[in-house]
């Protein structure tokens, strides 16, 4: 068989299967061709999907007559003055995205560049190329792609139905605009209807961006997100981030940006799932936009057809970086959960017509399905209530951090080291009896003592009442708050095991008789071969024949425990952690397990002095908002809202 060249127009419609998949890919290549000849302005027009039409027009530095000539050329482009593909400083760099589509469909480019004296226009059809002809257009660009795929009628037999591919453009274009917001885009369907109008955002670059990402994502994302600053060896992160208890069942919402260009990077991906792993269980993720500065030549953008992936020279940085500035971030947000939360729970308690159906709302509609928190342990979880805003007012104000509002609220009082606290002992067999203070006495005549805090002064309130021996409600000069016992006090255990892990190790508590644990010989193995990383938390276990395990010693943070429940969790929690973990992660995961065994139960019944004691410990310790499993544990009930829930406003 004789070796041939195979002709131009079959290279190019070769090279198009590879950059141009779908219509979406289209409309990426061009709208990064707007963005790099410095547009302000990008309008998008596609009909049925952008199979039949696919029109962008910019208002960007134009091309001349002989630029237009070469611009549909492969590998023709303005994107690389230095011929070096280690420092790129453009979206596009390759020169294939306009022969591709030529290659493909029935392609017109007109173009004026500013200050000339008209415009010119060219035509590629299935590869062939015209010549440039006079036309007429403001300065800028538009450029027209018809009949998409015509050329190659097999590819279309792989397109999905219009509507879907149409949602694929609306995502290619909108990660694309978070990343510019200076950027005024449109997107229509031709039909008169539009489907997308953002303006440029105005003011502060950082402020822009939040603007611009709260069109996007909605505003549940704009007042609950959390700023993100950090800097190391000229790598630079910032961006916003969600609150843990915002959060959704795909990471569809998370949004990645490396120098202005949208990836979808494992290494990324994997740090924001190791900085959330202590507040989200693995089905949960959280929302987000994070933007990384660094170096051209320190990340490698031409290891994808699409470009939707990077590879970056130092990698352990840049995942040490993203890692270190979330868990950062999320530490300064102290307690706050998401508002998301608090009208959800509004939702919930908000009452029916007579003539409502479950679930409906006063104006015929329909709420949306309550959020799918999971159960832990013997945990009550709230799972009543709607995830967006209530459609009978705004929702509550953003709760600042609750390491700011403790330290604002600590700060006039006079605290000894925390002496004035009721104690909290990290016990399942009882808090230790603490001596009443007369702020938290029920129906008590006496006098607060002249330097103590007005009772509902506290972040998280005064508690006045249990509800099932499970809730606490607490009052605040705002409104109201409702604590899951349980969540809150497994959030403040786990923290207090991590903190004695870096502390040198966990404090031990012998058993008088040590427990005799029986499971299948290969739970016991791997319980086993773990002995060393359990001691470090505490947990001392031995063999003791097939399928058997001893129980020496356990947490002292742990009390009187089930020991027996305990370790079959712990054997099932390697069984799917496996060897994919480091050994720090590892560690962190059972602590999440032996948390939970610790923790007060709910059904456990509490005195004021307890409950008081647990809402204190809440206010000092951080991530207290939402437990291990990223269930909130709290709600905070403004009292304006409760006021205009029974018509009272």
């Known amino acids: 068989m004789t070796i041939r060249l195979l002709p131009d127009t079959l290279v190019n419609r070769i090279a198009a299967g590879e950059v141009i998949e779908r219509p979406a890919a289209a409309v990426k290549e061009l ?44 590998h023709a482009t303005s994107k690389l003055p230095g011929d070096d593909l280690l420092d790129i400083r453009s979206l596009g760099f ?7 589509i030529g290659a493909v469909s029935h392609l017109t480019i007109t173009s004026r560049p500013r200050g000339a004296d008209s415009a010119w226009s060219l035509t590629v059809d299935a590869g062939a190329k015209g010549t440039p002809q006079p036309a007429a257009l403001a300065h800028g660009t538009r450029i027209e792609v018809r009949d998409l795929f015509a050329a190659v009628p097999a590819r279309l037999k792989f397109l999905k139905a219009p509507r879907t591919e149409y949602d694929h453009i609306a995502d290619c274009i909108e990660r694309l605009a978070m990343a510019h917001p200076g950027v005024a885009f449109t997107l229509s369907d031709g039909g008169g209807r539009s489907g997308l109008r953002l303006s440029a955002a105005q003011g502060e670059l950082l402020d822009a961006r939040l603007t611009r990402l709260g069109a996007l994502m909605g505003r549940d994302f704009q007042d609950n997100a959390v700023p993100v600053e950090a800097m190391r060896e000229a790598v630079t992160l910032f961006g916003w981030i969600g609150l843990p208890t915002l959060h959704r069942p795909t990471a569809r919402h998370q949004h990645l940006f490396v120098n202005g260009r949208p990836v979808r990077d494992k290494l990324m991906v994997g740090a924001v799932r190791a900085a959330y792993a202590d507040f989200l269980p693995r089905d949960r993720h959280p929302l987000l936009a994070l933007f990384l500065e660094i170096d051209p030549q320190e990340v490698d953008v031409n290891v994808h057809p699409a470009k939707a992936e990077v590879r970056f020279r130092d990698q352990g940085l840049v995942r040490g970086l993203i890692v270190g500035a979330l868990k950062r971030a999320l530490a300064d947000a102290g307690h706050r959960a998401s508002t998301t939360v608090g009208l959800a729970t509004l939702g919930a308690l908000r009452p029916q017509g007579d003539g409502d ?36 007012g705004t929702g509550p104000t953003v709760t600042p951090g609750l390491a700011e509002r403790a330290t604002a609220f600590q700060a006039p009082y006079p605290t000894n080291g925390g002496a004035g606290l009721p104690p909290l002992q990290g016990r399942l067999s009882g808090f230790a009896p603490a001596a009443r203070p007369p702020e938290y006495a029920p129906n008590s005549a006496q006098t607060p003592a002249p330097d103590a805090p007005p009772p509902d002064s506290h972040p998280l309130g005064a508690a006045r009442a249990q509800l099932h021996n499970t ?39 012998a058993l008088l008789i040590p427990d ?32 058997c395990v001893l129980v020496r010693e356990v947490p002292a943070l742990l009390g009187q425990s089930d020991v027996k429940g305990l370790i079959a969790d712990l054997a099932e929690e390697l069984a799917e952690l496996g060897d994919t973990l480091s050994l720090k992660e590892r560690l962190e995961a059972v602590c999440g397990t032996m948390a939970c065994h610790g923790s007060v139960r709910a059904g456990r019944a509490l005195n004021i002095e307890e409950m008081n004691a647990l809402l204190r410990q809440m206010e000092a310790t951080p991530h207290s908002g939402q437990c291990n499993h990223g269930r909130p544990t709290y709600v905070e009930l403004k009292l304006a809202d409760i006021e205009r829930l029974f018509g009272r406003r």
């Not at 027009?45 to 611009?71: P, Q």
């Not at 390759?94 to 591709?100: D, F, I, K, V």
């Open 516 to 547: 005799l644990v029986e499971l299948d010989e290969p739970s016991a193995d791997r319980l086993l071969t773990r002995a060393a990383e359990l001691a470090e938390l505490g947990l001392v276990i031995e063999g003791f024949g097939p399928g």
């Open 31 to 74: 709208v990064e061709n707007a963005l790099d000849a410095g547009a302000t302005r990008i309008d998008v027009v596609v009909r049925d999907g952008g199979k039949t039409l696919i029109s962008i027009t910019d208002d960007g530095c134009g091309m001349t007559a002989d630029e237009l000539s070469l611009a549909v050329e492969r």
């Open 94 to 100: 390759r020169g294939e995205a306009l022969p591709s």
């Open 471 to 509: 809730y606490i409600v607490s009052q605040t000069r705002e409104g109201i708050i409702i604590v899951d016992q349980h969540a809150a006090h497994e959030r403040l255990v786990y923290e207090r095991m991590k903190s004695a892990l870096l502390d040198g190790g966990v404090k031990r508590q």
């Open 357 to 392: 159906p479950p679930g409906a709302s006063a104006d015929g509609g329909f709420a949306p399905s309550p959020l799918p928190y999971g159960r832990s342990g013997g945990g009550g979880a709230w799972t009543g209530g709607w995830g967006g805003s209530p459609p009978w």
